[in-house]
């Protein structure tokens, strides 16, 4: 039942293709382990793990569709984060 449970939240996030639950999930799954007992081997263990599934990903097809997605690198909704460039310089006038 948990591993259903967790398959269905991860879908939940896969499936919008939308990048603000991504950094949520990030940052939740950061804190996580920092906040946890042996939290800088934990953390250590949480970038290696990262690292390998990166490269792993970035070998495959997929990886371009993924980097596509990224604010400042990617070209998908570029446009996005364009204007939220233009109105952070306009309200810090």
Known sequence: MR??????LLVGLI????RGPWVGM???VLLYFA??????????KLGVA???LTAGMLATPAGEKIIDYLPFVGTVES????Y?????EICTR
């Open 3 to 8: 591993s259903a449970a967790f398959l269905a």
């Open 84 to 88: 939220r460039q233009r109105l952070l």
């Open 15 to 18: 499936a919008p293709v939308s």
């Open 26 to 28: 990030a940052a939740i």
């Open 50 to 52: 990262g690292a390998i």
């Open 79 to 82: 446009e996005n984060v364009e």
């Open 35 to 44: 906040t946890g007992p042996r939290a800088m081997s934990n953390l250590a």
